[in-house]
């Protein structure tokens, strides 16, 4: 097993990694060797909600920042890192770097086990993977609506994956995740947020020059005014750091 030093910077108390999509991809595959062997691994993907939500929650913080993989979601972060000249070279969570990581799964033979969203969404997602990914080795899908998530631990247990993506919303994913690593012993659990949703479908996603412009956003509360609220964090997340800049 060799150690890699990792980039990252440092938004608000908040580890990040400075990295790329392909080294990402590089690290994940790693993580899974080392979690399979050691201790089991863990990626969580900051946006300003996040980290504006860590500030207020210790313990969350704490999570974040015991991650093994902290790639940067959301082009607000990419704003506050250059307020902060703290230097992010790109937004590489998301979506993206999940379907990336499903197909790394699908070549290399990784089981995955999927772990949240509403029930029709987990459905849906089912068929879509079958399509777009039709070697991947699907080890289970539960919907994150159940009442009691212990059963899902044991199910966890049972079935053994390699990857298991859990996407709750913040701060539940992290924090369950955080709470079952070394019972479940999953090598690698990723906290996904509504990647489930935006992967089956259910929701749409911006148009692709949206997205290169960093309007994803913009369009989200296109389709979804009642975010509005949600969105508010970008404002207080740049307050945040001009008051640090202070
Ligand atoms: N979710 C869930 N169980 C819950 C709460 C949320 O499975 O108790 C799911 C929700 O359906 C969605 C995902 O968690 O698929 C992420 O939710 P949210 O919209 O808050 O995520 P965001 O993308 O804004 O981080």
Redesign the pocket.
């Known amino acids: 097993m060799y150690k890699v030093s990792r980039n990252t910077v440092e938004i608000l108390g908040v580890k990040i990694d400075n990295l790329k999509v392909g080294e990402a991809l590089e690290r994940i595959e790693q993580l899974i060797e080392e979690g399979r062997r050691g201790a089991p691994k863990y990626i969580i993907k900051p946006n300003t ?1 996040i980290v504006t939500y860590a500030q207020s929650d210790a313990q969350f913080k704490k999570i974040l920042n015991n991650a093994d993989l902290a790639p940067p979601d959301g082009v607000g972060l990419m704003i506050g890192s250059k307020l902060l000249s703290s230097g992010l070279s790109q937004r590489v969570g998301g979506p993206d770097l999940t379907e990336a990581i499903l197909k790394l799964a699908e070549d290399k033979g990784y089981s995955c086990y999927f772990y ?3 029930p029709k ?1 987990i459905e849906k997602l089912s068929l879509v993977l079958k399509k777009r990914f039709p070697k991947l080795k699907i080890a289970g899908l539960r ?3 159940v009442e009691k998530d212990e059963s899902v631990v044991v199910e966890i247990k049972t079935v053994k994956p390699d990857i298991l993506f859990v ?4 701060p ?2 992290e924090k369950w995740i955080a709470t079952n690593l070394n019972d479940f012993k999953v090598p690698l659990s990723i906290a996904e ?2 990647s ?2 935006f992967i089956s479908g259910e929701t749409k996603r911006a148009p692709y020059w949206m997205r290169k412009l960093g309007l994803e956003w913009l369009f989200r509360l296109i389709i979804e005014p009642g975010r509005i609220r ?1 969105q508010m964090a970008l404002p207080k997340f740049l307050w945040l750091i001009f008051s640090k800049r202070k």
């Open positions: 909600e949240g969203a509403k969404v919907h994150g609506y996407a709750l919303g913040y539940k994913q947020g509504g489930f949703d949600r």
